[in-house]
């Protein structure tokens, strides 16, 4: 009896469309702080084009900002080419929940982007009770003291160096396979966030204020190389890790785990409320998910995105287990 074999290809439409060189605007502003955040400003590139190509960025574009009374510009930063900073003297502050629009124009191309900024929110330390091998380990709280010192003092801690001024809780790293194992692995930590608002995603990043090799936590086991990556060696032979961390989240409860931290020390912990269009921005449109997919900006005219966040930080100090 004759076989008949059919085959049937299927074919996804392809829309092509041909290049059209656009500007590309980033920027982001931070509630209660100085209009001092940059805005990066540069034409597009061509698929094929190298990212490092210094000519693409823009030095001679007209950028402002406007608040719904007062419209303010930006200056070009000497000898960095695409960056433009508020340099007025008293800069503006940017107030939680008022709207500001960005417009940068140049040659003719205009583009323009709006935000509005997050309202504050609550955020606090919690204990918890984690499961390893079917037991319970407890997850204690600690003390944030956000409230206890203001911007200025921990931002020159942050440039000196020193932070004796500084009060911050100790946590302890332990190593073992209910600790450094996964993403589910017993958290150093624990916070939960709340806003009465509207928010985009949580942004949370951990920076380690002293990344020298001394204070470097060496793991050169399976499950940190996965997920933490392989080791760096600098020029001496010595191991090591970046000292910074960043991840988004649109969960209440944030747990730290080993995976955010490579370095003993005092850490500077940052949790950002985002507004919407940095949510859309990063997590697109579920149904054109794609490797080739632009991301969701909102930047009328051009690429890119104008955004901004509500943040609150504190310190911890991360010692090694010694028991």
């Known amino acids: 009896m004759p076989v008949l074999t059919l085959l049937v290809a299927c074919s996804l439409p392809v829309e092509e469309s041909a290049y059209q060189e656009k500007l590309v605007v980033f920027g982001n502003l931070m509630a209660n702080g100085q209009t001092a955040d940059t805005i990066f400003v540069s034409r597009s590139f061509e698929i094929e084009e190298s990212h490092e190509d210094q000519g693409k960025w823009v030095a001679d574009a007209t950028v402002t900002i406007f608040d719904g009374d007062t419209t303010f510009t930006l200056a070009p930063v000497a000898g960095r080419p695409g960056r433009y900073l508020d340099q007025a003297l008293p800069r503006h502050m940017i107030l939680p929940g008022w709207t500001y629009q960005l417009d940068v124009v140049l040659d003719g191309d205009a583009v323009t982007a709006f935000t509005t900024v997050p309202e504050s929110f609550s ?54 396979p209910c600790y450094t194992t996964s993403f589910a692995s017993i958290p150093l930590f624990a916070l939960e966030w709340e806003s009465f608002d509207p928010t985009g995603i949580i942004r949370v990043s951990t920076l380690a204020l002293d990344d020298t090799v001394t204070q470097a936590i060496v793991d050169s086991s399976l499950a940190a190389d996965i997920f933490k990556g392989h080791l760096l060696v600098d020029e001496e032979g010595n191991h090591f890790r970046p000292g910074s961390f960043a991840w988004n989240s649109s969960q209440s409860f944030l747990p730290f785990t080993w995976l955010y931290f490579n370095y003993y020390g005092p850490h500077l912990i940052t949790v950002e409320v985002t507004d919407d269009h940095f949510s859309e921005y990063f997590e697109g449109n579920p149904l054109r998910q794609s490797n080739f997919g632009m991301p969701t900006s909102n930047v009328e005219g051009g690429f890119g995105l104008f955004s901004s966040s509500n943040a609150r930080s504190f310190f911890v100090h991360v010692a090694p287990d010694t028991s």
């Open 123 to 176: 955020l606090a330390s919690t204990s918890t009770d984690w499961f390893c091998e079917g037991a319970p380990v407890p997850v204690d709280s600690i003390a944030l003291y956000d409230d206890e010192y203001s911007e200025t003092a921990w931002r020159q801690a942050v440039a000196t160096g020193d932070y004796s001024a500084l009060a911050m809780d100790t946590v302890i790293y332990r190593e073992g």
